[in-house]
C-alpha cells in the first residue's frame, strides 16, 4: 500500500528572511517532514515501539485476562449464573473500548495525549477490589484501554519513517500476543500458588479463588504504570505539533532534538511561527469525508475491522471449549470437586497460553516480515480469504478433519491467519490512511465499528448457545 501523501497545510506563503534565501514555512515543513519519512531506524524508533508497545501489552492484558478471571468469577459468586455474569464481564470490555475509542480518538485530535492510561490503572485497581458486580469497573477500564488503541497507533505510525513504518506499527500490535501469553502465565502462577488452599477449601472453593482473579486482574496495573511513566516521555508527533498545533518551528526543533539529540538541547524560547492549516471543526469534518475518495476509506477501514471482530471475538469465545473437546486438558473427577476446580482453572490458563504461542504471536511476526514489502492490501485480502475458506471448511464439519481438528480448529483460523492477515491490517491502515488533523478519529471510528462487531458477536452466540440445552447448539456454532 502506498504511503497516504500529507495534507498541504497551507494555502498562503509565510515568509521568513535568512540571508539570501527566502524560505516559506509550507517549505520547512515539508523538509521537516522529510526529515521523518527518510530516516534511519534509530535508537528513537525503538524508543517509540517500546513506549507503545508496553500502553498495548496493558491493553490486551487486561483486555485477555478476563477470559480467566471469569471462570473464576463463575465459582466465587455463583454457578446458577455463571453464564450471564461471564457475559456481562466480557460485554462491559468492547463497550468501554468502542466509548473510549471514540472519545480519546476525537480527543487526541485536538489536544493530544490523553488521560487513558490514568483511567486504565484507577479502573483495574478498582475492579481487583470490587464485589460481585466488577462489570461497571470492566466498562470504565475499556473506555481506557480503547482510548490507548489510537494513541499507540498514532505514535509509532507519526514518528515512523516511510520504509518502515509497517513493521513499527506491528511490533507495536504485536504487544497484544504478549499481553494475553502474560495474562495465561500470571493465571498459571497464581493458580499454582494456592494449589494448596484450593485443594484443601470446601467447593466452590470461594477463598482461595477469590483471591486468585483478584491478583490475576490486579497485577495489569504494573505494566499501567510503566506505560503511564514512558508515555510522558515522548513529546508530540510533529506532524501534531506542524498540522494541529499550526507551529512549524517547534516542530522542526522536535525534529532535530529527537533525531540529534547530542547536538540540540531543546530550546524552551523557540519563536512560535504558525502556518495557516486546516483547522478540525464540525464544518471541515463534514466537508472532509463528504467527499467520496475520503469517506469510501473510512467505510473500508471500518468495515474490515467489523467484520473481523464478529469471527475473531465470536469464534474466540469457543476456542477453549474445542480444546477440552478434543483431550488437550479436560478435566477429570466429580464436577463438584475441590481437585475439578483447581484443573478447571489450571486447564483454562494453559489453554490461553497455547493459544497465544501457537497462533497469535507467529501471526504476528509473519505480518511484521512481509508487511513493507508485499503491502497492507494483499496481507489482508489473503488473511480475510484463507479465513472465508477456513471457515466454510469447518462449518461443513467435513468427517476426515477430525483428526486436524485438534489443532487446526483452534489454532490456524482462529488465531495465526487473523494475526497474519486482517487483524494486523486493520490496525495498521487506519493509522496512515487519514490526515494529521482527523488521524486519531478515523482509526477511533473504525476501532469502535469493529467493537461493535465483537459486542454483537458475543451477546449474539451466547443467545444461541444454550438453546436445546446447556452447550447443545455448540456444534452448530
Known amino acids: 500500500m502506498a504511503t497516504i501523501p500529507e495534507q498541504q ?18 517549505e520547512r515543513r515539508r523538509a521537516a517532514l522529510e526529515v521523518i519519512d527518510n530516516a534511519p531506524f534509530s535508537w528513537f524508533h525503538v524508543k517509540v515501539c517500546l513506549v507503545a508497545s508496553v500502553g498495548f501489552f496493558t491493553d490486551a ?57 490514568m483511567i486504565m490503572i484507577t479502573a483495574t485497581f478498582a475492579q481487583a477490589l470490587a464485589g460481585p458486580g466488577p462489570s461497571i469497573w470492566r466498562f470504565v477500564m475499556g473506555v481506557g484501554v480503547g482510548g490507548d488503541y489510537p494513541l499507540s497507533a498514532i505514535i509509532s505510525s507519526e514518528f515512523a519513517a516511510t520504509r518502515s513504518r509497517g ?24 493458580v499454582q500458588a494456592y494449589k494448596t488452599e484450593t485443594l484443601n477449601a470446601p467447593f466452590p472453593c470461594v477463598v482461595p479463588v477469590d483471591y486468585m482473579w483478584r491478583l490475576v486482574i490486579g497485577l495489569g ?69 463528504s467527499q467520496w475518495k475520503n469517506l469510501k476509506v473510512l467505510i473500508g477501514t471500518s468495515y474490515s475491522w467489523f467484520a473481523l471482530d464478529i469471527a475473531f471475538y465470536g469464534l474466540g469465545l469457543k476456542q477453549l471449549d474445542h480444546l477440552n473437546r478434543n483431550q488437550l486438558g479436560s478435566p477429570t473427577g466429580n464436577k463438584t470437586s475441590s481437585l ?8 483454562t490458563c ?28 494483499p496481507i489482508q485480502l489473503m488473511g480475510f480469504s484463507v479465513l472465508t475458506v477456513l471457515f466454510i471448511i469447518m462449518g461443513l464439519y467435513i468427517s476426515p478433519l477430525r483428526l486436524c481438528e485438534r489443532v487446526c480448529v483452534p489454532v490456524l483460523p482462529h488465531q495465526l491467519f487473523p ?3 486482517p487483524n494486523t491490517t486493520t490496525f495498521v491502515i487506519p493509522g496512515e490512511a487519514f490526515p494529521t488533523r482527523y488521524r486519531s478519529t478515523g482509526f477511533g471510528i473504525s476501532a469502535a465499528t469493529g467493537k461493535l462487531g465483537a459486542v454483537i458477536s458475543q451477546v449474539g452466540f451466547a443467545q444461541l448457545i444454550n438453546i436445546g440445552g446447556t452447550n447443545k447448539f455448540v456444534q452448530h456454532m
Open 167 to 190: 513493521r513499527l506499527m506491528t511490533a507495536v500490535f504485536s504487544a497484544q500476543g504478549w499481553g494475553q501469553f502474560a495474562a495465561a502465565l500470571i493465571g498459571i502462577i497464581v
Open 340 to 347: 475439578y476446580v483447581y484443573q478447571n482453572l489450571y486447564n
Open 9 to 26: 497545510s497551507s494555502h498562503e506563503s509565510y515568509h521568513e528572511k535568512g540571508g539570501q534565501n527566502t524560505v516559506t514555512l509550507d
Open 350 to 377: 494453559v489453554g490461553n497460553l497455547i493459544l497465544s504461542v501457537a497462533g497469535l504471536i507467529p501471526g504476528y511476526y509473519a505480518s511484521f516480515l512481509l508487511i513493507d514489502s508485499w503491502g497492507r492490501k
Open 61 to 117: 492484558y487486561d483486555i485477555f485476562a478476563i477470559n480467566i478471571a471469569a471462570t473464576m468469577l463463575g465459582y466465587v459468586y455463583g454457578h446458577t449464573t455463571q453464564t450471564h455474569q461471564s457475559l456481562g464481564v466480557k460485554v462491559a470490555t468492547p463497550v468501554g473500548n468502542l466509548v473510549g475509542q471514540l472519545v480519546f480518538g476525537w480527543l487526541a485530535d485536538l489536544v493530544g495525549h490523553g488521560i487513558e492510561l
Open 419 to 421: 494475526n497474519f492477515g
Open 221 to 289: 496495573c504494573i505494566p499501567g504504570v510503566l506505560a503511564l511513566y514512558f508515555r510522558l516521555t515522548i513529546p508530540e508527533t510533529p506532524r501534531f505539533t506542524m498540522d494541529v498545533e499550526r507551529n512549524v518551528a517547534q516542530a522542526a526543533a522536535d525534529i532535530t532534538d529527537v533525531m540529534n539529540p547530542k547536538s540540540h538541547a531543546g530550546d524552551e524560547d523557540v519563536p512560535v511561527q504558525h502556518v495557516s492549516a486546516p483547522k478540525a471543526t464540525r464544518a471541515d469534518f463534514a466537508a472532509y469525508f
